[in-house]
């Protein structure tokens, strides 16, 4: 059974960091593509950030030069580090891995940012 648990969310306040793990188990995440994605209150959930195993990234432009997505495939674990942290950054972070077309979603963890 596959299974992504998220830590590392909390409240924090503007201009602040936190850093998100994802400690996946039931799959390796070498050659998965994995990603964070981020649903504010009443939104839609979209994505963060992502990366590949090959290197490759992609950012939403609201968090490029913030936020940094890394993994260390040894430990099956990925990361999101979150800088300078603003209130529309608030809401619930999920991690996700696809890998061979399947797709895998941790629980979410809620990141809530304060004035």
């Known amino acids: 059974q596959v299974q992504l648990v998220e830590s590392g969310g909390g409240r924090v306040q503007v201009g602040g960091s936190l850093r998100l793990s994802c400690v996946v188990s039931g799959v390796d995440i070498g050659i998965a593509a994995v990603a964070w994605y981020m649903q504010p209150p009443g939104k839609e959930r979209d994505l963060v950030a992502g990366?590949?195993?090959?290197?490759?990234?992609t950012y939403a432009d609201s968090v490029k030069g913030r936020f940094t997505v890394s993994r260390d495939n040894a430990k099956n674990t990925f990361y999101l580090q979150m800088n300078n942290l603003k209130p529309e950054d608030t809401g619930v972070y999920y991690c996700?891995?696809?890998?061979?077309?399947?797709?895998?979603w941790g629980q979410g963890t809620q990141v809530t940012v304060s004035s």
């Open positions: 996700f891995i696809t890998k061979w077309n399947y797709e895998y």
């Open positions: 990366m590949i195993d090959d290197g490759g990234f």
